[in-house]
């Protein structure tokens, strides 16, 4: 295969059919969607499957360990991307006006690659060969390079091949045409989109080898082997014939009868799934096969088409208000919308910072420190940067060009490892915010030349989304400074009857005569002196003020503190029994000790005073727990208590909520503060078996 037919290839759009991208938009509009059917379709489409896998890997995303089970990916990931890639792939296929000749030959790779995915995890069970879902990726992926060739030469590759051809016999044709075979294509796309790294390693080499003579075959891995012969029954309709007799004996010892059942089995599951997506003959009785696909297809893309003209571009690339919650979610769904419309994993940022007059770097993700390094003064005649943020145009710095960008503009290609990159302004109205910068190939910037207008719609929706963010923080700063005196205040009110309490007692344990009277006075007085310490607390709620830098902290090292202190004072006195289990390869992190301390104290104080005696709490942490395509270091604080009332429960967090005569549940209402300031999360589950409070800081490695 030649390198120039490969780079030339678009590899972004690729047609797929409309019953699949149907079912996930109508899915979205749900209100409550549930993962397992989320995944059940994705399954069932390859070039969903295979755009999600690669958004998997980007660098947003690629700080996680291997995942190949799309139901756990999509835990990982979250379900609004898979929303948007259903709805872009939608709006590729109307909007680019795909030949309707395309229908067809579509219909019939869409049927076989899932045949062939039920096939090959037919053969897994049937083999022993694990996990499973490797196999079944393998199997639906596995004509991906025939559906590549036929999106970019449609009408060359129809006019020379009949799709219905089996895959061994339409390679020779390929070759032919192209110098290069769809198991060659197919295999290079799994490599560079690195699905492989994120499935199997295998996976590259099943594809490429599933079309070589059996014999060939005989030593490779079960993958290879189970993909070869999957590869050779999906395109049969006679699965008695002796080249399908001949690789099943040979690959597997597997006789005809076998054979005849694992196929049968799996075109039963593909038919399901095409009874599913199409509506019943006259009969009531469903057709089975691609044809009953194909009888629809016309009202399925009607439908397709008034979805999308619901949603279209603009709003496949907004940023959704939900995420209107802080700066750094902005750039985490500008970084997945880049992804998705404009096949662009990889960005920074540099912000507008109006009291020095320049742009300086923003390390969003904290994987490039290096950018706090980066400045451009306003005054910089030859940054094109400068250029693209004054004139609100998109600009492209290609390799051959170097000699005549700024020292920043170079040191931005160092710093990402490319040749050549691609600013785009990000402005709202006049008001200039920043510059996204991202590499970009000639090849890429060709497509956009014509039409720019699209990356700049894109910095306008970013710009837009920081204004709001910024006009909110600006409140959110005023209100914290009344809120902040109002505490302050009211702690110091609270102070003046706590010290004339704390005096008395000084004074009654001098006239107690019996050692047991004046332990127990003790015992209060150490109350009122943690109650005092608490109070104290309220002032520092606002401590995360603005130009406050979060320091390092050891969480377990914070938790052995807690423990010497509350364990006496709030424990013991009331029989009660405090567990605590760390996770001892638990990293520093990046937050606020006061915040984490506090938050601790509160949840600890809530469950003692909960308990009976003899109960107990249990304090645990755990590392690396992913949450919303995030990475988190959890705290969890369990008792075995009463529980808390389902009504309470609603509304646990909002202030003067408790069960607890005398209390005003201010404390987890400063819970859920205090973890707002840093990024933070809580939930809390309750029965009567006991409640759990589950604490997660972001995992920003010190």
Known sequence: MTNSLYDNLKLEIQPTIPHTLLELIKLSTHPIVEIEDLAHIIRQDPIVCARIFSLANSVYFRQWNKISDVLQLLVVIGIE??????LLCATEQIFTHLNKQLEVPVTILWYRSVLCANIAEEMAALTGCEPRHEVYLAGLLHRIGQWTLLSNFPQRYLE????????????????????????????????DLQIAQQI????????????LPTDSLLEGTPLVRILALSSILCDTQNVQSAEVIYAASRLFGLNSDIIQQVTERARKQTDSVISRFSPQNEEGLSESGPELLMKSQTQQQRSLRLQVKNHALVNAGRIPPANYAGRKKIFNQLRLNFNLLFGMPDLCFLLVENTSNSLYGYDDLGIRPELHQISISFGNETSMILKALQEDKAYYSPEEQKNIFSLPERQLKNLLGCKSLCFVPIRSGPHKKGIIVT?????????FSTAPSLLQLAGRVAGAALSVVDEQLRYQELERDELAYNLRATAHEINNPLSIINNYLFLLLQQLDTEKAREQIKIIQEEIGRIGILVSGLEDIHAVEKGQKRSHIQINELIDTLYTLLYSTLFKPRQLKLNVDLDAELKPIASVGSNVKQILMNLLKNAAEALPPQGEVWLTTRDRVYKNRRQYVEIEVRDNGPGIDNEILADIFKPVRSTKQGHSGLGLSIV???LDEIDGEISCSSSEAGTRFQIFLPRVLA
């Open 81 to 86: 991307p898979v929303f948007q890639i259903a």
């Open 672 to 674: 859920k503060h205090l």
């Open 200 to 211: 199997c390693p295998f996976i590259a080499d099943a594809i490429k080898f599933q079309t």
């Open 439 to 447: 590499p970009m190939s000639p090849n890429q910037w060709q497509q």
């Open 160 to 191: 020379e091949i009949d799709v219905t051809l089996e895959l061994k016999r339409a390679e020779k044709i390929e070759h032919g045409l192209f110098k290069a075979t769809s198991s060659e294509i197919g295999a290079r796309i799994i490599q």
